[in-house]
């Protein structure tokens, strides 16, 4: 039998739908704001992470490894909180963001808005 926190809560792991390879989309919100800062991908072990440390864990896919927000940028997320979705196919992880949340250095990733065509 596994130690304690080494494997996730076996009855959060059964509600979740994950793509064919094991994934769940993360988005990430920012506490008190509600910004939508990003998209993350989580499998059961990231969740795990994320849920035990309050430091959000992902899985990157370019890299296949587990990064750890702000491990080498200072850009670090406190998590406060982790919702599942209806579905059991997303989460919406809450964090308090320390620095940008984007790679380039933006607040958000969603900084690209496009046109919408009203009918």
């Known amino acids: 039998m596994p130690e304690p926190g080494t494997t996730l809560d076996p009855a959060i792991a059964a509600r979740l739908k994950r793509t064919p390879d094991g ?3 993360a988005v990430v919100q920012e506490a008190g704001t509600g910004d939508v800062l990003m998209l993350g991908w989580m499998d059961d072990e990231a969740l795990r992470r994320t849920l035990s440390t309050g430091r959000a864990t992902y899985w990157s896919r370019s890299r296949q490894e587990y990064w750890v927000k702000g491990e080498t940028s200072g850009h670090h997320q406190h998590v406060t909180s982790v919702a599942l979705d209806c579905d059991g196919d997303a989460l919406l992880v809450t964090v308090v963001q ?22």
């Open 23 to 25: 994934l769940v989309a």
């Open 98 to 119: 320390t620095g940008a949340a984007c790679h380039n250095g933006t607040h958000t990733c969603f900084t690209d808005e496009l046109p919408v065509e009203a009918k």
